[in-house]
């Protein structure tokens, strides 16, 4: 039976990296056997509630009575050092540090641009993306490839920067920023890097005022305008959220996927045999990897009571994606890749208000890359032993650095 844990001292400390590439830490599982919620140790100091339950999970994501604003005194540090987060908190908020009407507000106008009938229309160009890359690789004589460098990286790169009328000859400066930001290594230099892409996108959004395109950007400074309020600020925020998350993401999956079918032949088998499971599969793997672990972070501004567990008001909460995506309870056999199971109610994206606002773009994108790489490249087959693989256990966004491939 499963104990609930009311208050008491802290039962472990996080964050700790994954021991296993296909599996959570044995502290995720040994935490949510004892209860769905539970007190840790933050290695950075101080402590907060675990949410490692799946429903625990959803209902804490989905509650008003916790906040995501990170302006808050005693807000969680999971993912971020104290000066990291002191130099964010400098900035205007993220879209994803917002509260009720104001996250609102500032989701409203935009979610529009990810809608799935939108979205339809950019797959051929999407489609024509990834066949471009396919065939720089069927052409290249050396093998292996870096399937993260060929492939993995540049086709969501590409991808949000054509959505958001971002130059991709600037790709290799945001893509570096970006991979240093989401790195646990060296504090200094995710401060640096970040300071360094707020100046990029600060400057990028100014000339975009000057001369506006037909891109998201675009679109939003002509209805401000329309308004009769530009807001450089909220532009710039959104900028910065959607160029960061909209590619460091996807990237990972796409590596991370491909290493789960290529170790997984007979679902791989199932895909290649019937390219609609692929929907499924996509599912299934996001669920499989949860590669945005820990970043949920909550505080709580009145006393709730969740999973047997009584918060307090102005105790931080951090809901583990990863951990609740691989709870027994919501899912049989959670170890197992099933790419038939068609469980979409994981929480790779969130869940609540904050849900990813990119997820169907994502969504698309997997599909493409996954149907087509496997479709002109049907003996395509990892060129190193998966446990010399790299993974990116320094990382805040879970993934491979580099992943040699043949066929």
């Given amino acids: ?56 999970a959803r209902a804490v994501l989905a509650d008003s009575r916790f906040s995501s604003d990170r302006r808050r005194d005693g807000f969680p540090l999971f993912t971020l050092d104290a000066e990291t987060l002191r130099q964010l908190r400098s ?24 809608t ?23 052409a290249t004589g050396r093998r292996p490839v870096d399937l993260v460098r060929a492939l993995s990286l540049p086709v969501p790169s590409l991808v949000i920067c054509e959505l958001l009328g971002v130059p991709y000859t600037d790709h290799d400066f945001f893509q570096s920023r970006t991979a240093m930001m989401v790195s646990r290594t060296s504090p200094e230099d995710r401060r640096r890097a970040l300071a360094e ?94 590669i945005a672990d820990g970043v949920t972070s909550r505080l709580a501004t009145e006393d709730v009571e969740i999973g047997g567990a009584r918060i307090k008001a102005g105790e931080g909460v951090i809901v583990s994606l990863l951990s609740a995506n691989w709870d027994p309870a919501a899912f049989e056999d959670p170890a197992e890749l099933d790419v038939e199971r068609g ?24 599909q493409i890359v996954f149907d087509t790489l496997f479709r002109r490249i049907p003996t395509l087959r990892l060129a190193a032993p998966v446990d010399e693989l790299p993974f990116k256990s320094d990382a805040v966004i879970y993934g491979v650095h580099e992943l040699p491939v043949t066929w």
């Avoid at 540090?97 to 989701?107: F, Q, T, W």
């Avoid at 469980?343 to 997997?366: K, Y």
């Fill in 1 to 56: 039976m499963m104990e609930s844990v009311t208050g008491g001292s802290a039962d472990a400390e996080l964050p700790v990296e994954r021991g296993c590439p296909f599996a959570p830490p044995a502290e995720y599982e040994r935490l949510r056997a004892r209860a769905p919620i539970s007190k840790i140790r933050l290695a950075g100091g101080g402590e907060a509630w675990w949410v490692s339950g799946h429903d625990q």
């Fill in 91 to 114: 900035q205007p908020p993220l879209m994803l540090g917002m509260d009720g009407a104001e996250h609102s507000a500032a989701r409203r106008p935009v979610i529009g641009e990810f």
């Fill in 197 to 290: 892409l707020r100046a990029y996108i600060d400057d990028l959004i100014t000339r975009k005022e000057s001369e506006p395109g037909d891109d998201l950007f675009g679109r939003q400074i002509a209805r401000q305008r329309q308004e009769g309020a530009l807001d450089h600020a909220a532009l710039v925020g959104l900028a910065f959220l959607l160029l960061t998350a909209g590619h460091e993401t996807t990237a990972n999956m796409i590596s991370l996927g491909v290493v789960g079918l290529l170790t997984h032949p007979d679902q791989l088998a199932l895909v290649k045999a019937d390219p609609d499971r692929t929907p499924m599969a996509v599912e299934e793997l996001l669920r499989f990897f949860s």
């Fill in 343 to 366: 469980a979409r109610h994981h929480v790779a994206f969130g869940f609540g208000p904050h849900q990813c606002l990119g997820q169907n773009l994502a969504r698309m994108e997997l």
């Fill in 116 to 138: 799935v009938r939108r979205l339809a229309g950019l797959r051929p160009r999407i489609q024509e993306i990834v066949d471009r890359f396919v065939d720089d690789m069927l």
